[in-house]
């Protein structure tokens, strides 16, 4: 089992920035490949980063593209996701995932673990 806990969510005006931080337990976290997701009222839960497990590899789709990035420190069991540019339609209940495969997937439902998710909005 894997127990993941986000922290890092609030209030911010659009183009601020904001990081988000997913600390994991339970397991060896560098086995594991983390993703980022995020999802808004009545939307589908997307993908927004993804990390292998030594951290060497990401991805981002198009609309994160520029203006997310993700990290991770193994040793801290830590996995990051750093938001620049920020706008509206990013507000959002932002979850970590995590994969016991060492690449990242796509798909949430590849993804075995979650945290209990983190709100992010972006007003003025």
């Known amino acids: 089992q894997v127990q993941l806990v986000e922290s890092g969510g609030g209030l911010v005006q659009p183009g601020g920035s904001l990081r988000l931080s997913c600390v994991a337990s339970?397991?060896?976290?560098?086995?594991?490949?983390m993703g980022w997701f995020r999802q808004a009222p009545g939307k589908e839960r997307d993908l927004v980063a993804a990390?292998?497990?030594?951290?060497?590899?990401?991805y981002y789709p198009n609309s994160a593209k520029g203006r997310f990035t993700t990290s991770r420190d193994n040793a801290k069991n830590t996995v990051y996701l750093q938001m620049h540019s920020l706008k509206p339609e990013d507000s959002a209940i932002y979850y970590c995932?995590?994969?016991?495969?060492?690449?990242?997937?796509?798909?949430?439902?590849?993804?075995?673990?979650w945290g209990q998710g983190t709100q992010v909005t972006v007003s003025s």
């Open positions: 995932a995590a994969s016991e495969s060492g690449n990242y997937y796509l798909n949430w439902y590849n993804y075995a673990y």
């Open positions: 339970g397991r060896s976290f560098s086995t594991l490949s």
């Open positions: 990390i292998t497990s030594s951290g060497e590899n990401t």
